[in-house]
């Protein structure tokens, strides 16, 4: 992998105008007035010089279109310059329909189950999910192949829970613009911070019965 790049160098590229990195890929959202206009923005999309090498996931629902850039290869999962040219070009097509991106739209889920050992639980999620190793991490990292379902990685935990069990918990990754007003709202929501230790790169809320989530953002991250 020779073009990879960091997701602080997709957003500052000038190609990037309302695409948010988010997780491990950046995406951009443009709400549509019909499902006629979504289905113009796709075949404009289909119609870029190159897109067939490198495919962007995009999900069509009612309200909207979201577009997905993320370069995967066995030594890369993340951004690379083949993202920043596709980007440039989807938010062409966009604005060509008179569309303009909205950035509070977007978000990314990561499931994160914690175990003494890792290794002896992933199978297990595997084999239950039909996911597959990432590429790059196989050993702590799995995906859904179909590019559908939210990614899963494996923590091993510093202090089991009592019998010596793991845990589980999520992380959403919001735009850095949004992650604090988040964060608040999950507090204002009955909500407690756990730690913030990391914070603003991101934050370990839990709810009333104690099951936790780690709102994150590109903020601090390379």
Not at 102 to 108: F, T, V
Not at 159 to 164: D, K, Q, T, V
Not at 186 to 208: E, K, N
């Given at each position: 992998?020779?073009?990879?790049?960091?997701g602080r160098s997709f957003e500052a590229s000038e190609?990037?105008?309302?695409?948010?990195?988010?997780?491990?890929?950046?995406?951009?959202?443009?709400?549509?007035?019909?499902?006629?206009?979504?289905?113009?923005?796709?075949?404009?999309?289909?119609?870029?010089?190159?897109?067939?090498?490198?495919?962007?996931?995009?999900?069509?629902?009612?309200?909207?279109?979201?577009?997905?850039?993320?370069?995967?290869?066995?030594?890369?999962?993340?951004?690379?310059?083949?993202?920043?040219?596709?980007?440039?070009?989807?938010?062409?097509?966009?604005?060509?329909?008179?569309?303009?991106?909205?950035?509070?739209?977007?978000?990314?889920?990561?499931?994160?189950?914690?175990?003494?050992?890792?290794?002896?639980?992933?199978?297990?999620?595997?084999?239950?999910?039909?996911?597959?190793?990432?590429?790059?991490?196989?050993?702590?990292?799995?995906?859904?192949?179909?590019?559908?379902?939210?990614?899963?990685?494996?923590?091993?935990?510093?202090?089991?829970?009592?019998?010596?069990?793991?845990?589980?918990?999520?992380?959403?990754?919001?735009?850095?613009?949004?992650?604090?007003?988040?964060?608040?709202?999950?507090?204002?929501?009955?909500?407690?911070?756990?730690?913030?230790?990391?914070?603003?790169?991101?934050?370990?809320?839990?709810?009333?019965?104690?099951?936790?989530?780690?709102?994150?953002?590109?903020?601090?991250?390379?």
């Amino acid at each position: 992998m020779n073009d990879g790049i960091t997701g602080r160098s997709f957003e500052a590229s000038e190609s990037a105008r309302g695409w948010r990195v988010v997780g491990d890929g950046a995406s951009v959202f443009y709400a549509t007035p019909s499902l006629a206009v979504s289905v113009e923005l796709v075949r404009a999309i289909g119609e870029i010089h190159g897109v067939e090498a490198h495919l962007p996931d995009i999900d069509v629902r009612p309200g909207g279109v979201t577009v997905r850039l993320v370069t995967v290869a066995e030594d890369w999962y993340g951004m690379s310059q083949r993202d920043v040219e596709i980007a440039r070009q989807v938010s062409a097509a966009a604005e060509g329909l008179g569309l303009v991106a909205d950035p509070s739209a977007l978000q990314s889920v990561l499931v994160i189950p914690g175990a003494p050992n890792p290794a002896q639980v992933m199978p297990f999620w595997q084999a239950a999910l039909g996911y597959v190793p990432r590429p790059d991490s196989p050993d702590e990292d799995l995906v859904d192949p179909r590019g559908r379902g939210p990614a899963l990685w494996f923590e091993a935990m510093e202090e089991p829970r009592p019998g010596g069990t793991g845990a589980v918990h999520v992380a959403v990754w919001v735009p850095a613009e949004q992650a604090e007003a988040r964060v608040a709202a999950a507090l204002a929501a009955g909500g407690r911070i756990v730690r913030d230790t990391f914070a603003p790169s991101w934050w370990t809320l839990a709810d009333a019965a104690g099951n936790e989530v780690d709102v994150s953002s590109l903020t601090g991250r390379e």
